[in-house]
């Protein structure tokens, strides 16, 4: 499939970014991260619009039976679109799930010139240096205008992200681990992550080996356990901290949350990295079940329903920059429409 090729279909509208920028915005965009680096999305560029669409083909069965981390990965792409273009001079009006006769496209966004501010360089150039930090971090804690900043960088989406401490904390940690141990025991979920997860370099899709640590505990919590892990973790003696634990929660749950969600994930860690804080996320406790409801009932005491975990915090001293992961071409992600129907993709 071509992208973007000059002349293959009519010209885009004025008011319309051109091929170039549309380009490199949808490149940047697919720096998103998503579950198991799947990268679950598939964008049509119709001379008016960016539709999104979910690509129901890439959803890991065993670890992500509902397709929550699907939508919601890709919901981090279309925040990560939308930061892009902001940068290149074009704001975005986003109509999610326009379509209820298409639950797959996510969202049509149409744009309009708009001079960009230093805020909005200032996030996109973060996208690039992102990276899921999936190592030990420093011990020393944020501080509360640090936090307010990640609250409200969710709050923007409709989100709330809710800094977990305590003894809510102390649940929370207990149902990751119980999380990790259901998952573990299932034969389906460790033949997903056998396929996903230690990857060599040049593969275009999934976790890298070099991406992912031996180490899977920092005090008392536990993390995913990835498949041959190769990347070593900083000195024991100075980074040992898992992170402040954030959660993000919303007041309903269906696709819309969760696209949300993928957003405020995307804004928050976004954010973060702007800050230079890292940051990971923390899906095992939404993937199962009985640990998605009782971190409803027993962290977020029946307020929210959790869409993701958020670890972050920051590096430890001396913690090298982490290889970027692989992306899958564009030619495999975008396709062409030279109308301004969706329904004709
Ligand atoms: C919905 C979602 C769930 C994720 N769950 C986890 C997780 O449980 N553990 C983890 O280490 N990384 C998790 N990740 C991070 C992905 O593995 C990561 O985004 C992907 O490998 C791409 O790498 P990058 O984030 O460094 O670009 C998750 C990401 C998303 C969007």
Known sequence: MAVLPTGAVSAPEAGFPDRDTLRTALRLACCAPSVHNTQPWRWLVAPDAVHLYADPARRLPATDPEGRDLVLSCGAALHHLVVALAAFGWTARVRRLPDPEVPDH????????????????????????????????????????????????????????????????????????EADARQAADSDYRTELALWTGRHAGSADGVPAANTPRETRYGDLVTRRFSAPTLGGPDRAIGTGAGTLVVLGTASDDRMSRLRAGEATSAVTLAATAARMVSCPLSQPVEVRAARDLLRESVLRDELFPQLVLRVGWPAPGASTLPATPRRPLSEVVGLSGTPSPRRA
């Open 106 to 177: 996510l969202a049509t966004v149409t744009l309009a010139p708009a001079a960009a501010d230093r805020a909005d360089v200032v996030r996109a150039a973060a996208i690039t240096r992102r990276r899921s930090d999936r190592r030990a971090y420093a011990t020393w804690p944020m501080r509360d205008d640090q936090q307010a900043d990640l609250v409200s960088a969710a709050a923007h989406h409709g989100v709330v992200a809710r800094v977990i401490e305590g003894e809510a904390r102390a649940d929370l940690v207990r149902l990751v681990a």
